[in-house]
C-alpha cells in the first residue's frame, strides 16, 4: 500500500521546474475538478492535487503530491 504524502496548508516543499529546484508553500488541497492557477485541475479526493506558490516569482501552480518535496524545517 502507497504511502500518501500529507501536506498541509503552509507546508514548505520545493519542485522542479525546467531543470531548477523552486521553492514554495502549499496554499491548499484540490479535491475535485476546478478551474486554478489559470489552467482546468481534474482531481479527485483520491487522486488530490495541491496549489503552491512560488517563494521566488509569488505565482500559483499545482502539482500532484508525487511532484512535491516537503522540505525540513529547520
Do not use: C, F
Given at each position: 500500500?502507497?504511502?500518501?504524502?500529507?501536506?498541509?496548508?503552509?507546508?514548505?516543499?520545493?519542485?522542479?521546474?525546467?531543470?531548477?529546484?523552486?521553492?514554495?508553500?502549499?496554499?491548499?488541497?484540490?479535491?475535485?475538478?476546478?478551474?486554478?492557477?489559470?489552467?482546468?485541475?481534474?482531481?479527485?479526493?483520491?487522486?488530490?492535487?495541491?496549489?503552491?506558490?512560488?517563494?521566488?516569482?509569488?505565482?500559483?501552480?499545482?502539482?500532484?503530491?508525487?511532484?512535491?518535496?516537503?522540505?525540513?524545517?529547520d
Amino acid at each position: 500500500m502507497a504511502k500518501e504524502k500529507k501536506l498541509n496548508k503552509g507546508d514548505q516543499v520545493e519542485w522542479s521546474s525546467h531543470g531548477h529546484d523552486v521553492p514554495g508553500k502549499v496554499k491548499k488541497k484540490i479535491t475535485e475538478r476546478a478551474e486554478v492557477a489559470g489552467r482546468t485541475v481534474d482531481a479527485s479526493k483520491d487522486e488530490p492535487q495541491y496549489e503552491v506558490e512560488s517563494d521566488k516569482s509569488g505565482r500559483d501552480a499545482v502539482h500532484k503530491p508525487e511532484s512535491l518535496r516537503k522540505k525540513d524545517s529547520d
